[in-house]
């Protein structure tokens, strides 16, 4: 299979990225990518593109399966228009393109609590995204809602690392309905979209961070 994959710098998707390259039935992997990333590999080319402008660049956004780790954060992005873009419009931009160059498969990485009738901007944004992406005729959508993300960040911000050494006492703690609140490492959530996307699935699933911790 071929492979999309959009949001490859970021902390899920580099993760992605990496197991994809390494597994035997991805033979290409393809990053839409707003600034060149510096890897070397058979298997591995890269589209630099400027993503208001992804129609420029239809021929090349081609896969069997496309992944999208997009996302940013309220102190990169404050401004909540541009937000938005990265957010909502750019992966329905790249799934409707993929979609009518053939792809078959759609994976999402969202967030806990999103809902399009929340009050909070970024919980309403990624059900927004959801939402809309489900009108997308891909064969099948796979949305993933992980909680707390661990892993080696490229930049530390002190209130997610006190919650994070926070929830290594607390996890244990949060059993039954409570489980999907757990933190969870990058990798696990990498590794369950790898391994559902090699799955003849055809629906909608939706997957909360204890089903994605179960799967990876």
Same mark, same amino acid.
């Given at each position: 299979?071929? &492979?999309?994959?959009? /949001? *490859?710098?970021?902390?899920?998707?580099? +993760?992605? %990225?990496?197991?994809?390259? !390494?597994?035997?039935?991805?033979?290409?992997?393809?990053?839409?990518?707003?600034?060149?990333?510096?890897?070397?590999?058979?298997?591995?080319?890269?589209?630099?593109?400027?993503f208001d402008r992804l129609?420029?660049?239809?021929?090349?956004?081609?896969?069997?399966?496309?992944?999208?780790?997009?996302?940013?954060?309220?102190?990169?992005?404050?401004?909540?228009?541009?937000?938005?873009?990265?957010?909502?419009?750019?992966?329905?931009?790249?799934?409707?393109? &993929?979609?009518?160059? /053939? *792809?078959?498969?759609?994976?999402?990485? +969202?967030? %806990?609590?999103?809902?399009? !009738?929340?009050?909070?901007?970024?919980?309403?944004?990624?059900?927004?995204?959801?939402?809309?992406?489900?009108?997308?005729?891909?064969?099948?959508?796979?949305?993933?809602?992980?909680?707390?993300?661990?892993?080696?960040?490229?930049?530390?911000?002190?209130?997610?690392?006190?919650?994070?050494?926070?929830?290594?006492?607390?996890?244990?703690?949060?059993?039954?309905?409570?489980?999907?609140?757990?933190?969870?490492?990058?990798?696990?959530?990498?590794?369950?979209?790898?391994?559902?996307?090699?799955?003849?699935?055809?629906?909608?699933?939706?997957?909360?961070?204890?089903?994605?911790?179960?799967?990876?």
């Amino acid at each position: 299979m071929e &492979a999309i994959i959009a /949001g *490859a710098t970021g902390l899920i998707g580099s +993760s992605l %990225l990496h197991q994809l390259l !390494d597994h035997p039935d991805y033979t290409m992997i393809t990053a839409v990518v707003r600034n060149e990333i510096h890897l070397q590999h058979p298997k591995f080319r890269q589209v630099v593109v400027d993503f208001d402008r992804l129609e420029n660049h239809q021929e090349d956004i081609k896969g069997d399966v496309v992944f999208c780790a997009l996302g940013t954060t309220k102190s990169k992005t404050p401004d909540k228009a541009q937000y938005r873009k990265i957010d909502y419009q750019y992966p329905l931009d790249i799934a409707f393109i &993929a979609q009518q160059n /053939g *792809a078959s498969q759609y994976h999402l990485v +969202s967030a %806990l609590g999103a809902n399009p !009738d929340s009050s909070i901007f970024y919980s309403k944004l990624k059900g927004e995204v959801e939402r809309d992406l489900k009108t997308i005729p891909f064969k099948a959508i796979h949305i993933y809602r992980p909680s707390l993300l661990v892993g080696d960040r490229k930049e530390h911000r002190t209130g997610e690392g006190i919650m994070i050494g926070l929830m290594r006492f607390l996890n244990p703690l949060l059993i039954g309905g409570l489980k999907k609140y757990r933190s969870i490492k990058i990798e696990k959530v990498a590794s369950a979209m790898l391994k559902q996307s090699l799955k003849p699935l055809s629906g909608i699933f939706t997957y909360d961070s204890d089903q994605i911790e179960e799967l990876g």
